[in-house]
């Protein structure tokens, strides 16, 4: 058996233990505070805000200016950023101290994130309610919250450098990838600690762990899409450029040709249509496919769910880019888009929980959930 299963059925053994119900609740809540970290994320950077706080400071900044001499200091450092000399020359103290909000108010929800995550940790650990393959499991978590911090530090650095005036697309890509990584971690542990053995389905994994797969993808082009500001160029569909495929001349005019992936908008809002169309398709796919096997199934239900979040969120998606990214409308894609990964994380989770209990059906008869 592949160490990872092994480790994964450990931990399905783990919600027959006294208090799973309580560590599941717990994971859950974590995941919520994720999906708020991700919004007040995606208004930071609509708004601007990211580059208000000039200093990374894990303890200390947790405490905004108090004084009007405060204020004025942070201001002064703000002032000497290549942002603020090209695109907000002559803002006032009053506009500062707004998008300085969104930022602190994101940094300090990162570390209520922390707190929430170790402290009850070391409970559950200390009542022995977490222990084995599910304690390694979290520690894993919590080393990857550790790192997004890093991560979001120097991404906020890399827009800080002379002449910058946003973060870099690729960094911003992938502290919104890790963020939804932890975040389907979290659900992903938490669904494999439910009380109640899933029934088998008779069904194959693949099509659910491929779907999870290509939502990350989609997620990460997201990120790229966000940082390059793609959404507010050929803000028309479902042509670009008046073509379905526009042309090498618009996809492939950066040198190197490997850069049009991270730093041609034109490219980037392609290849982010091009998956969105792939997910869709696959979705539908598994939906029909598992209907006919096995229908009124549980896992029928899922990919039921699972389908119309995602054409949910194409549609949003459209509307997004038709109205060249509103603020209401990029950040309800963005927290859609983690409803998605999150049905898509479950559905692959019990999936294979399905499978894993599989038995062999009459022919002819339908599995049943």
Same mark, same amino acid.
């Given at each position: 058996?592949?160490?990872?299963?092994?480790?994964?059925?450990?931990?399905?053994?783990?919600?027959?233990?006294?208090?799973?119900? &309580?560590?599941?609740? #717990?994971?859950?809540?974590?995941?919520?505070?994720?999906?708020?970290?991700?919004?007040?994320?995606?208004?930071?950077?609509?708004?601007?805000?990211?580059?208000? !706080?000039?200093?990374?400071?894990?303890?200390?900044?947790?405490?905004?200016?108090?004084?009007?001499?405060?204020?004025?200091?942070?201001?002064?450092?703000?002032?000497?950023?290549?942002?603020?000399?090209?695109?907000?020359?002559?803002?006032?103290?009053?506009?500062?101290?707004? !998008?300085?909000?969104?930022?602190?108010?994101?940094?300090?929800?990162?570390?209520?994130?922390?707190?929430?995550?170790?402290?009850?940790?070391?409970?559950?650990? #200390?009542?022995?309610?977490?222990?084995?393959?599910?304690?390694? &499991?979290?520690?894993?978590?919590?080393?990857?919250?550790?790192?997004?911090?890093?991560?979001?530090?120097?991404?906020?650095?890399?827009?800080?450098?002379?002449?910058?005036?946003?973060?870099?697309?690729?960094?911003?890509?992938?502290?919104?990838?890790?963020?939804?990584?932890?975040?389907?971690?979290?659900?992903? !542990?938490?669904?494999?600690?439910?009380?109640?053995?899933?029934?088998? &389905?008779?069904?194959?994994?693949?099509?659910?762990?491929?779907?999870?797969?290509?939502?990350?993808?989609? !997620?990460?082009?997201?990120?790229?899409?966000?940082?390059?500001?793609?959404?507010?160029?050929?803000?028309? #569909?479902?042509?670009?450029?008046?073509?379905?495929?526009?042309?090498?001349?618009?996809?492939?005019?950066?040198?190197? #040709?490997?850069?049009?992936?991270?730093?041609?908008?034109?490219?980037?809002?392609?290849?982010?249509?091009?998956?969105?169309?792939?997910?869709?398709?696959?979705?539908?796919?598994?939906?029909?496919?598992?209907?006919?096997?096995?229908?009124?199934?549980?896992?029928?239900?899922?990919?039921?769910?699972?389908?119309?979040?995602?054409?949910?969120?194409?549609?949003?998606?459209?509307?997004?880019?038709?109205?060249?990214?509103?603020?209401?409308?990029?950040?309800?894609?963005?927290?859609?888009?983690?409803?998605?990964?999150?049905?898509?994380?479950?559905?692959?989770?019990?999936?294979?929980?399905?499978?894993?209990?599989?038995?062999?059906?009459?022919?002819?008869?339908?599995?049943?959930?």
């Amino acid at each position: 058996m592949p160490a990872w299963l092994a480790g994964r059925r450990s931990i399905d053994a783990a919600s027959a233990a006294p208090g799973a119900h &309580a560590v599941r609740a #717990w994971l859950y809540s974590l995941a919520v505070l994720v999906v708020l970290m991700v919004a007040v994320g995606g208004a930071t950077r609509l708004t601007g805000s990211g580059l208000s !706080i000039t200093e990374w400071k894990p303890v200390t900044g947790a405490i905004p200016p108090l004084t009007d001499a405060g204020w004025a200091a942070e201001f002064e450092k703000y002032r000497a950023s290549s942002q603020y000399q090209n695109l907000n020359q002559g803002m006032s103290l009053a506009e500062f101290r707004f !998008i300085y909000a969104w930022e602190w108010g994101h940094r300090q929800l990162g570390r209520l994130i922390g707190l929430a995550f170790f402290l009850p940790l070391a409970w559950f650990w #200390w009542r022995g309610r977490v222990s084995g393959s599910l304690a390694l &499991a979290l520690l894993g978590v919590g080393a990857l919250g550790g790192l997004q911090a890093t991560i979001g530090w120097i991404m906020v650095a890399s827009g800080l450098k002379p002449g910058m005036v946003a973060v870099e697309p690729i960094k911003l890509a992938l502290h919104l990838t890790v963020a939804s990584v932890i975040l389907s971690l979290l659900v992903w !542990i938490a669904t494999g600690l439910r009380g109640r053995r899933p029934l088998p &389905a008779g069904l194959p994994a693949w099509p659910a762990v491929l779907l999870l797969g290509l939502v990350f993808l989609q !997620i990460a082009l997201g990120g790229l899409v966000a940082g390059s500001r793609a959404g507010l160029t050929y803000n028309t #569909w479902p042509l670009m450029d008046g073509r379905l495929v526009p042309g090498p001349e618009t996809l492939l005019v950066v040198r190197p #040709w490997i850069e049009n992936f991270v730093d041609n908008p034109a490219l980037v809002q392609f290849n982010h249509r091009l998956v969105a169309y792939l997910v869709l398709a696959l979705a539908l796919w598994q939906v029909v496919a598992i209907r006919r096997q096995a229908p009124g199934s549980a896992a029928a239900g899922r990919a039921t769910g699972l389908l119309a979040l995602t054409l949910a969120q194409a549609a949003l998606g459209v509307t997004t880019l038709l109205l060249a990214v509103p603020l209401w409308a990029g950040l309800a894609h963005q927290v859609l888009a983690m409803a998605v990964l999150t049905m898509a994380t479950v559905h692959a989770r019990l999936s294979l929980a399905e499978r894993d209990r599989r038995v062999p059906l009459p022919l002819g008869a339908p599995a049943t959930a």
